[in-house]
């Protein structure tokens, strides 16, 4: 089935860039998306990209795609110790909304 | 407009005991869907519904049942709990197109003895 792998654990400095990667395997989703885990707390969308654009850039946050490699990153600019949360990658599913969530990243911003 | 609602936040079960987590949204979504969240294994769908009177199995449905009377109602039921069953369950729901934003509950945490 189709499978989302993220790296676990990142940890930068307030001020310093972050960047998450994914990989996926499903060649036809068509939507990937981020979502934002915060302690205790539900999942909040951050930003999505469809699968026919390289790169998508919404205030702080850069989503690039590529495509060929199954690859999607999640920069974050300017990384402030409120961005500590874990980051979830998301495709779609059998062509309905239903997600298919990688593990996370846990993202930690030290000051 | 409270978005997508769920009851309990908490709940503590014994093995072989049965209960209903309840799941409201008041935006007419015609999409919902259950996940649950164990560390390290990310988000999986349980069951899911594209409207009212129809549903489906997710990627872990045993132990689990749904059904959708309503379209603003979703509950989930867990027939018999387990153990293994001890988790956070996140309800979502959102329009049925691939563009349509999924909002997600702020989840019940449940464990069972």
């Known amino acids: 089935g189709e499978d989302v792998e993220q790296s676990l654990f990142l940890s930068v400095r307030e001020g310093d860039s972050s960047v998450i990667n994914c990989t996926y395997t499903d060649s036809s989703s068509t939507y990937l998306y981020w979502y934002k885990q915060e302690p205790g707390a539900g999942l909040q969308l951050l930003t999505y990209i469809f699968s026919n654009m390289d790169m998508k850039q919404d205030q702080r946050l850069t989503v690039l795609l590529n495509k060929k490699d199954k690859h999607l990153s999640l920069r974050i600019a300017d990384t402030q110790t409120g961005d500590s949360a874990i980051y979830f990658c998301a495709e779609i599913y059998s062509g309905y909304s239903t997600l298919t969530f990688g593990k996370g990243t846990m993202l930690l911003v030290s000051p | 407009n409270a978005g997508v609602t769920q009851t309990p936040k908490f709940q503590v079960l014994k093995t072989g005991q049965s209960m209903t987590l309840q799941c409201a949204q008041d935006?007419?979504?015609?999409?919902m869907s259950w996940y649950r969240q164990d560390p390290g294994m990310g988000l999986r769908l349980i069951h899911y519904s594209v409207g009212a009177g129809i549903t489906d199995q997710g990627e872990v449905p045993n132990g689990y049942n749904v059904s959708r009377s309503t379209t603003e109602d979703f509950p989930l039921r867990l027939l018999s709990a387990a153990p293994s069953q001890t988790s956070v369950y996140f309800c979502a729901s959102g329009g049925p197109q691939s563009t349509d934003t999924q909002y997600f509950g702020p989840g019940t945490r449940l464990t069972v003895l």
């Open positions: 935006m007419n979504h015609e999409y």
